[in-house]
């Protein structure tokens, strides 16, 4: 019956706490930060959770897609207001374990309660939102070259589904539903040499 929170556990990523400065999205963009990569620690226990068939009480996109994760299957926290919390709503306490292997993350959701029924979790893509390209002008001169500032990518509309399948029934639920922006493609004019 517990509720296990990400922040309440893992506390504020500062420089006195041992983190280091690393890309964190911030309003869309990349910036440096410390703690940056703790989403991928909490989108990888989102998903032991998820898995494990743990209730999920609070859960946030990011802003765009994270390349680490299926889309709709992202767990974004900042401290200290956006957090994934889940609950225990097994009949058995719950023991999070978590590891580095090499260069892979492992969470694993251990409990004394075998379930008589398996877990799938699926994202089902509803729409692709093309991205737009956005013309920078420079300075008008002679010759003139482009340069891509930034390469943009697609938004998504994505329904994240979990199925509860025992050897008597199964039963689908919807868990998220989520829309990601495209990123638009900006190209910059700039005056030849």
Same mark, same amino acid.
């Given at each position: 019956?517990?509720?296990?929170?990400?922040?309440?556990?893992?506390?504020?990523?500062?420089?006195?706490?041992?983190?280091?400065?690393?890309?964190?999205?911030?309003?869309?963009?990349?910036?440096?930060?410390?703690?940056?990569?703790?989403?991928?620690?909490?989108?990888?226990?989102?998903?032991? !959770?998820?898995? +494990?068939?743990?209730? /999920?009480?609070? *859960?946030? &996109?990011?802003?765009? #897609? $994270?390349?680490?994760?299926?889309? %709709?299957?992202? !767990?974004?926290? +900042?401290?200290?207001? /956006?957090?994934? *919390?889940? &609950?225990?709503?097994? #009949? $058995?306490?719950?023991?999070?374990? %978590?590891?580095?292997?090499?260069?892979?993350?492992?969470?694993?959701?251990?409990?004394?309660?075998?379930?008589?029924?398996?877990?799938?979790?699926?994202?089902?893509?509803?729409?692709?939102?093309?991205?737009?390209?956005?013309?920078?002008?420079?300075?008008?001169?002679?010759?003139?070259?482009?340069?891509?500032?930034?390469?943009?990518?697609?938004?998504?509309?994505?329904?994240?589904?979990?199925?509860?399948?025992?050897?008597?029934?199964?039963?689908?639920?919807?868990?998220?539903?989520?829309?990601?922006?495209?990123?638009?493609?900006?190209?910059?004019?700039?005056?030849?040499?």
């Amino acid at each position: 019956g517990a509720t296990f929170s990400f922040l309440k556990a893992v506390g504020p990523w500062t420089a006195d706490m041992g983190y280091e400065k690393a890309p964190v999205s911030y309003d869309g963009e990349l910036v440096e930060s410390w703690g940056g990569g703790v989403c991928q620690t909490s989108t990888t226990l989102y998903n032991a !959770a998820l898995l +494990a068939g743990l209730e /999920i009480v609070e *859960r946030h &996109r990011h802003h765009w #897609p $994270a390349r680490y994760a299926p889309v %709709g299957r992202d !767990a974004a926290v +900042a401290y200290n207001d /956006i957090d994934l *919390r889940f &609950r225990n709503n097994l #009949p $058995a306490p719950v023991r999070i374990i %978590g590891e580095i292997k090499g260069e892979n993350m492992v969470i694993r959701a251990l409990s004394t309660h075998d379930p008589a029924y398996s877990v799938k979790v699926e994202s089902d893509t509803r729409s692709v939102i093309l991205p737009s390209e956005v013309i920078q002008q420079g300075d008008i001169g002679g010759s003139r070259r482009l340069k891509v500032i930034n390469r943009g990518h697609p938004g998504f509309q994505v329904a994240t589904y979990r199925t509860f399948t025992s050897p008597h029934s199964t039963r689908r639920e919807l868990v998220s539903e989520d829309r990601y922006p495209a990123m638009n493609r900006v190209v910059r004019i700039d005056p030849g040499q």
